[in-house]
């Protein structure tokens, strides 16, 4: 218990960004109406299944069309 309390200033700011990624993420892919490859429901599977930075990441490089 020690050692998560060590590490806890360092998880809470990690945690707010992972959310806060996931949320400008699912925003993005909910306002938007074209996509590089895939399609909406795909991308939002993969933002909230691969939530922790990966999903998020994966769609900002493959999925988001400028």
């Known amino acids: 218990m020690d050692k998560f309390v060590e590490i806890l200033p360092f998880l809470i700011p990690l945690a707010i960004a992972q ?3 996931l949320g ?3 925003y993005h892919i909910l306002t938007h109406k ?3 490859r895939g399609n909406r429901t795909l991308w939002l ?3 909230i299944i691969g939530m922790e930075f990966i999903g998020p990441i994966l769609y900002f490089l493959l999925g988001k069309e400028d």
């Open 24 to 26: 400008y993420t699912l």
């Open 34 to 36: 074209n996509y590089k």
């Open 19 to 21: 959310f806060a990624l």
């Open 45 to 47: 599977i993969i933002a």
